[in-house]
């Protein structure tokens, strides 16, 4: 029988392999409600060979790995379910390239969305990414893996889609390039016009390969930016608003806020976009059409512009956000955690009515932030829930909470968004069977062993 | 609930109905005016309660004292009129709810009311403010609700108004310096106004500052400069406290300059005009206001109103003028610097 901590050592300095249980404690868990359970070896390699080297020997012999990046999804994604080898990517954090005149970065499977936004501003302040509202150790590929959204999505779609290009290991081991950059050196796209193999890998938490490096567009950077927030107190006007704005091509990010507290935000829908440009002129011809858009909801006294003073602009525009943080110590104890179903936008008035029928069930506060995405066509509703982490009860209510909003979104025409274990088995039953065969094939072709994430992605035996 | 105490016979008496024609944004002579009013009066469907800007100013107007503007209000209210849309008007009724959370200093029998304004936390501190810059009053369960006069509310203004006093009352306060002159308007005007009595003195800031000047007799140095005043809303409700602004001006040898858009003809920061009106009239009112401030030449632009200031001050920058609140420029007579800074907003991208 190998000794697997040695043979560790032998591909990455021991100062960056790990079997002390204080380390396997921090690695068994997220900030989320799933159930905690550790690796048995925790490795943070530092390039693509050492990798390689990993798999290979986690391949040989049948052990589990995980890939991690800011470990922030909240729904357990990277905790090992199966114990095993947990990669901490983190080490690998070079920005390799920004390419000006093609607009897109190459990063190492490890850059942080803080790393690379505060990169850009140093070096190319004319361009930017699409920065997720989590906190800034996000990694830049860990985000695209599980289709995150960002400040550019209502422009661009996910995160995911905005990538240009892949670096994987394959779980026997191969490295391999995905889309321009595996015929060309330029990193242009992620697939078309060849078939675009990219998507073997978003969606699927890690359960397919390891992404080492990763191509992510960029997008020019306006000199101005300003928020714009409108109000409403009927649900079933929000999508309306929402499909006007985004028809009008003017606003950049557009979330949809609904919340019982602070007081503020009682008995309304506080719908925040943004508008850009490089001159007062442009500002001022956007904001202008933005009014135009909703103006008739203004005559009919149902909806209204708030003037935001400087004070209310700042928190606005701080990038990421950080009200999730502020409401995850609403109710005390620091505990949040939201179901996340991508949806039509049409669906918002039922969601969040169940959204607040849960928070009384019960007994929690609660909060939702509706992203849209790509224009329109669908958006991430999220049902977010308080707990103090220090009281199991409250923790187990917000569980059951989260899970009966999965159920309710699954039903009313949503997708889950990175679901826990839990949704991914909901999402599977109700999934077309031949597409989950097609799922399954895959991931056995890619993964014969069963090594990577296993847990994730598994339909039950 | 408390009633407005209003003399229907002084209106009937009333020649110039100076409410309506003095109005800035009605245009009525004095015979329609006298007709619309009397349709108000008489709880009857007006054009002009939903035409109201709720701009305060034809409070100041009357010459009868007969508040005219609170009589609007009410109308409005009475007739489900909503002079923002609804959603602003939930927004600021539930922001401003009293919640039992207090936030006080070390209090003594003589406090600042900093109102519902941080700009306060900047602005009242040294040697004009020494021995009670730390006595202060701030929040929802001190606010003074008189806002809820451009939101067609005044019954929120009297229900919540006796709990705000008893709050006030229970701190054992007896003189309350208002910094917000809203304030100050609400419990010298709007609560005699509806009979509500007021349990302690209040102080509008301006003479506070006079007597605190008087004090400093000898580190005051007049400035020799030339303001152009914003001046607003609620100043309507208590015109009298203009006269003691020049009082405090002359103190500190600052001269108000004249133009067209102060004293009674004074155009508001337009703000609440905005999101009731739209960005059409708000944007006349503002460019107006800021072409007229920079025809006068100022060397700076004050601001009484915290809100004026957030609403106007960087625009006021943008063209070159210097904005400064009243409190700053008396720290400046007595060789302070000025304390309340136009907010610097980083543009993440």
């Given at each position: 029988?190998?000794d697997?901590?040695?043979?560790?050592?032998?591909?990455v300095?021991?100062?960056?392999?790990?079997?002390?249980?204080e380390?396997?404690?921090?690695?068994?868990?997220?900030?989320?409600?799933?159930?905690?359970?550790?690796?048995?070896?925790?490795?943070?390699?530092?390039?693509?060979?050492?990798?390689?080297?990993?798999?290979?020997?986690?391949s040989?012999e049948?052990?589990?790995?995980?890939?991690?990046?800011?470990?922030?999804?909240?729904?357990?994604?990277?905790?090992?379910?199966?114990?095993?080898?947990?990669?901490?990517?983190?080490?690998?954090?070079?920005?390799?390239?920004?390419?000006?005149s093609?607009?897109?970065?190459?990063?190492?499977?490890?850059?942080?969305h803080?790393?690379?936004?505060?990169?850009?501003l140093?070096?190319?302040?004319?361009?930017?990414?699409?920065?997720p509202?989590?906190p800034?150790?996000?990694?830049?590929?860990?985000?695209?893996?599980?289709?995150?959204?960002?400040?550019?999505?209502?422009?661009?779609?996910?995160?995911?889609?905005?990538v240009?290009?892949?670096?994987?290991?394959?779980?026997?081991?191969?490295?391999?390039?995905?889309?321009s950059?595996?015929?060309?050196p330029h990193w242009?796209?992620?697939?078309?016009?060849?078939?675009?193999?990219?998507?073997?890998?978003?969606?699927?938490?890690?359960?397919t390969?390891?992404?080492?490096k990763?191509?992510?567009?960029?997008?020019?950077?306006?000199?101005?930016?300003?928020?714009m927030?409108?109000?409403?107190?009927?649900?079933?006007?929000v999508?309306?608003?929402?499909r006007?704005?985004?028809?009008?091509?003017m606003?950049?990010?557009?979330?949809?806020?609904?919340?019982?507290?602070?007081?503020?935000?009682?008995?309304?829908?506080?719908?925040?976009?943004y508008?850009t440009?490089?001159?007062?002129?442009?500002?001022e011809?956007?904001?202008?059409?933005?009014?135009?858009?909703?103006?008739?909801?203004f005559e009919?006294?149902?909806?209204?512009?708030?003037?935001?003073?400087?004070?209310m602009?700042?928190?606005?525009?701080?990038?990421?956000?950080?009200?999730?943080?502020?409401?995850a110590?609403?109710?005390?104890?620091?505990?949040?955690?939201?179901s996340?179903?991508?949806?039509?936008?049409?669906?918002?008035?039922?969601?969040?009515?169940?959204?607040?029928?849960?928070?009384?069930?019960?007994?929690?506060?609660?909060?939702?932030?509706?992203?849209?995405?790509?224009g329109?066509?669908?958006?991430?509703?999220s049902?977010?829930?308080?707990?103090?982490?220090?009281?199991?009860?409250?923790?187990?209510?917000?569980?059951?909470?989260?899970?009966?909003?999965?159920?309710?979104?699954?039903?009313n025409?949503?997708?889950?968004?990175?679901?826990?274990?839990?949704?991914?088995k909901?999402?599977?039953?109700?999934?077309?069977?031949?597409?989950?065969?097609?799922?399954?094939?895959?991931?056995?072709?890619?993964?014969?062993?069963?090594?990577?994430?296993?847990?994730?992605?598994?339909?039950?035996? | 609930?408390?009633?407005?105490?209003?003399?229907?016979?002084?209106?009937?008496r009333c020649?110039?109905?100076s409410?309506l024609?003095?109005?800035?944004?009605?245009?009525?002579?004095?015979?329609?005016?006298?007709k619309?009013?009397?349709k108000?009066i008489?709880?009857?469907?007006s054009?002009?309660?939903?035409a109201?800007?709720?701009?305060?100013?034809?409070?100041?107007?009357?010459?009868?004292?007969?508040?005219?503007?609170?009589?609007?209000?009410?109308?409005?209210?009475?007739?489900?009129?909503?002079?923002?849309p609804?959603?602003?008007?939930?927004?600021?009724?539930?922001?401003?709810?009293?919640?039992?959370?207090?936030?006080?200093?070390?209090?003594?029998?003589r406090?600042?009311?900093?109102?519902?304004?941080?700009?306060?936390?900047?602005?009242?501190?040294?040697?004009?403010?020494k021995?009670?810059?730390?006595?202060?009053?701030?929040?929802?369960?001190?606010?003074?609700?008189?806002?809820?006069?451009h939101?067609?509310?005044?019954?929120?203004?009297?229900q919540?108004?006796?709990t705000?006093?008893?709050?006030?009352?229970k701190?054992?306060?007896?003189?309350?310096?208002?910094?917000?002159?809203?304030?100050?308007a609400?419990?010298?005007?709007l609560?005699?106004?509806?009979?509500?009595?007021?349990?302690f003195?209040?102080?509008?800031?301006?003479?506070?500052?006079?007597?605190?000047?008087?004090?400093?007799?000898?580190?005051?140095?007049?400035?020799?400069?030339?303001v152009?005043?914003?001046?607003?809303?609620?100043?309507?409700?208590?015109?009298?406290?203009?006269?003691?602004?020049?009082?405090?001006?002359?103190?500190?040898?600052v001269?108000?300059?004249?133009?067209?858009?102060?004293?009674?003809n004074?155009?508001?920061?337009?703000?609440?005009?905005?999101?009731?009106?739209?960005p059409?009239?708000?944007?006349?009112?503002?460019?107006?206001?800021?072409?007229d401030m920079?025809?006068?030449?100022?060397?700076?632009?004050?601001?009484?109103?915290?809100?004026?200031?957030?609403?106007?001050?960087?625009?006021v920058?943008?063209?070159g003028?210097?904005?400064i609140?009243?409190?700053?420029?008396?720290r400046?007579a007595?060789?302070?610097?000025?304390?309340?800074?136009?907010?610097?907003?980083?543009?993440?991208?």
């Amino acid at each position: 029988m190998i000794d697997v901590y040695t043979e560790l050592t032998s591909i990455v300095d021991k100062d960056f392999v790990s079997k002390n249980r204080e380390e396997l404690y921090m690695y068994g868990r997220d900030p989320g409600l799933m159930p905690p359970h550790e690796p048995d070896y925790v490795v943070m390699p530092s390039s693509v060979e050492e990798v390689q080297a990993i798999i290979k020997l986690a391949s040989r012999e049948k052990i589990p790995v995980v890939p991690k990046g800011g470990g922030l999804s909240l729904t357990g994604l990277v905790i090992p379910q199966k114990g095993g080898i947990l990669l901490d990517m983190k080490k690998m954090d070079k920005i390799i390239e920004v390419n000006e005149s093609g607009g897109y970065a190459i990063v190492e499977g490890g850059v942080t969305h803080g790393a690379l936004k505060s990169y850009l501003l140093k070096h190319h302040p004319e361009l930017r990414h699409s920065i997720p509202d989590s906190p800034p150790i996000a990694t830049v590929v860990a985000n695209a893996v599980i289709h995150g959204q960002g400040r550019l999505t209502q422009q661009h779609g996910f995160n995911s889609e905005m990538v240009s290009g892949l670096e994987v290991v394959l779980p026997t081991g191969e490295i391999c390039r995905i889309g321009s950059c595996a015929i060309s050196p330029h990193w242009f796209s992620k697939g078309p016009p060849m078939p675009d193999l990219s998507s073997l890998f978003f969606g699927w938490f890690g359960t397919t390969g390891i992404i080492t490096k990763l191509g992510i567009k960029l997008y020019p950077c306006k000199k101005y930016r300003d928020p714009m927030l409108f109000l409403t107190d009927k649900a079933e006007l929000v999508p309306d608003i929402m499909r006007r704005l985004a028809r009008t091509e003017m606003i950049e990010d557009l979330v949809v806020t609904a919340q019982p507290i602070p007081l503020r935000y009682r008995g309304n829908f506080y719908i925040l976009f943004y508008i850009t440009g490089d001159s007062d002129e442009e500002l001022e011809f956007k904001r202008k059409m933005c009014w135009k858009a909703l103006r008739d909801y203004f005559e009919k006294r149902e909806g209204g512009f708030v003037s935001l003073v400087p004070e209310m602009k700042a928190p606005m525009l701080s990038m990421p956000s950080k009200d999730t943080t502020r409401f995850a110590d609403v109710s005390k104890g620091g505990g949040f955690e939201y179901s996340g179903p991508i949806a039509p936008i049409e669906k918002f008035p039922v969601y969040v009515k169940k959204l607040a029928d849960l928070a009384e069930k019960y007994n929690l506060f609660y909060s939702s932030a509706a992203r849209m995405i790509d224009g329109g066509h669908c958006m991430m509703f999220s049902f977010s829930y308080t707990f103090n982490r220090a009281d199991p009860q409250t923790m187990k209510k917000a569980k059951e909470a989260l899970d009966e909003a999965a159920e309710f979104a699954l039903d009313n025409g949503g997708v889950m968004w990175k679901p826990n274990l839990d949704e991914q088995k909901l999402t599977m039953q109700k999934m077309d069977p031949n597409t989950l065969g097609l799922m399954m094939k895959i991931k056995k072709l890619l993964d014969p062993n069963g090594i990577m994430n296993p847990g994730n992605w598994e339909v039950s035996r | 609930m408390p009633q407005l105490k209003f003399d229907r016979d002084k209106c009937a008496r009333c020649k110039t109905v100076s409410c309506l024609t003095k109005c800035q944004y009605i245009k009525l002579d004095a015979a329609a005016a006298k007709k619309e009013w009397q349709k108000i009066i008489n709880g009857q469907e007006s054009f002009v309660l939903e035409a109201c800007t709720t701009c305060y100013a034809c409070e100041e107007y009357c010459p009868h004292g007969n508040h005219p503007f609170y009589m609007l209000v009410d109308r409005q209210e009475e007739k489900g009129i909503l002079p923002s849309p609804r959603p602003i008007i939930t927004m600021w009724v539930n922001q401003c709810e009293p919640v039992g959370k207090f936030t006080v200093g070390m209090l003594q029998e003589r406090a600042l009311s900093y109102c519902f304004l941080h700009h306060f936390n900047a602005l009242a501190h040294g040697e004009l403010f020494k021995d009670l810059e730390y006595s202060v009053l701030f929040g929802q369960e001190f606010f003074c609700n008189a806002v809820y006069l451009h939101y067609a509310r005044t019954s929120l203004i009297r229900q919540r108004l006796a709990t705000v006093l008893e709050n006030i009352k229970k701190q054992g306060v007896k003189e309350l310096i208002c910094l917000h002159d809203e304030c100050y308007a609400t419990y010298t005007s709007l609560a005699p106004a509806y009979g509500i009595e007021v349990p302690f003195k209040p102080v509008h800031y301006y003479e506070y500052l006079i007597e605190r000047l008087k004090a400093l007799k000898g580190r005051v140095k007049p400035l020799g400069l030339k303001v152009a005043y914003q001046r607003n809303c609620s100043t309507r409700l208590v015109p009298h406290i203009d006269n003691v602004l020049d009082d405090l001006l002359k103190l500190i040898g600052v001269e108000r300059v004249g133009r067209q858009y102060d004293r009674q003809n004074a155009l508001c920061c337009a703000e609440l005009i905005r999101m009731g009106k739209g960005p059409e009239l708000a944007d006349d009112i503002q460019k107006r206001n800021l072409d007229d401030m920079q025809a006068s030449n100022p060397d700076y632009v004050l601001f009484n109103c915290p809100a004026c200031w957030d609403a106007l001050a960087e625009k006021v920058a943008e063209r070159g003028l210097k904005p400064i609140h009243v409190i700053d420029l008396c720290r400046m007579a007595i060789g302070e610097e000025p304390a309340l800074k136009l907010q610097k907003i980083e543009t993440e991208v």
